[in-house]
T-cell receptor
Framework: GIQVEQSPPDLILQEGANSTLRCNFS?????LQWFHQNPWGQLINLFY???GTKQNGRLSATTVATERYSLLYISSSQTTDSGVYFC???????????FGKGTTLSVSS | ETGVTQTPRHLVMGMTNKKSLKCEQH?????MYWYKQSAKKPLELMFV???????ENNSVPSRFSPECPNSSHLFLHLHTLQPEDSALYLC?????????????FGPGTRLTVT
């Protein structure tokens, strides 16, 4: 099956710093989603981005499907950005999203 | 209510109890999912329903019994669970069952089995 690897596993930032999270996947996909899991466990949809670039406020994402990776950019980080960021991929032939192990982000003031 | 809702948010149960988790989606989607997230492990798919028909069961023990009475509601019935079943149980929905469609998740039920 498809393998999803995220890096780095942990990231510690000061408030106001910028960061880049990476997601590599091992095969062609039709779906790539970025999620933020808050401390209460809820998975919040950040981007649905099987290819191309999208921006939403301080967050942006780019997926280069031909090279099988995606990047999530967080600018001017805030303490509320803390949590775990997951990348998940899916294909038209499958039903399940395949999740990476996540990047744990800690932002301190 | 909007999106995907789950109740209860927290549940503590003994190994001999029977309880049920409830999920409701308000998005008009045709597919619903149960995922399990254990500590230090990636999310794992448990069950998939499409138009109230179960289309996938990922080798889940029979002590977990799903039910989908209509396309908006999904239940997970629990009985004689083990302590290792303690986890966060997440419900999700998507427009259709193919994983090419965007999936939306509920807030989860944190289950502790004592």
């Amino acid at each position: 099956g498809i393998q999803v690897e995220q890096s780095p596993p942990d990231l510690i930032l000061q408030e106001g710093a910028n960061s880049t999270l990476r997601c590599n996947f091992s095969d062609s996909v039709n779906n790539l989603q970025w999620f933020h899991q808050n401390p209460w466990g809820q998975l919040i949809n950040l981007f649905y981005i099987p290819s191309g670039t999208k921006q939403n406020g301080r967050l942006s994402a780019t997926t280069v499907a031909t090279e099988r990776y995606s990047l999530l950019y967080i600018s001017s980080s805030q303490t509320t950005d803390s949590g775990v960021y997951f990348c998940a991929v899916g294909t038209r032939a499958g039903t399940a999203l395949i999740f990476g192990k996540g990047t744990t982000l800690s932002v301190s003031s | 209510e909007t999106g995907v809702t789950q109740t209860p948010r927290h549940l503590v149960m003994g190994m001999t109890n029977k309880k049920s988790l409830k999920c409701e989606q308000h998005l008009g989607h045709n597919a619903m999912y149960w995922y399990k997230q254990s500590a230090k492990k990636p999310l794992e798919l448990m069950f998939v329903y499409s138009l109230e028909e179960r289309v996938e069961n990922n080798s889940v023990p029979s002590r977990f019994s799903p039910e989908c009475p209509n396309s908006s509601h999904l239940f997970l019935h629990l009985h004689t669970l083990q302590p290792e079943d303690s986890a966060l149980y997440l419900c999700a929905s998507s427009r259709e069952r193919q994983a090419s469609y965007e999936q939306y998740f509920g807030p989860g039920t944190r289950l502790t089995v004592t």
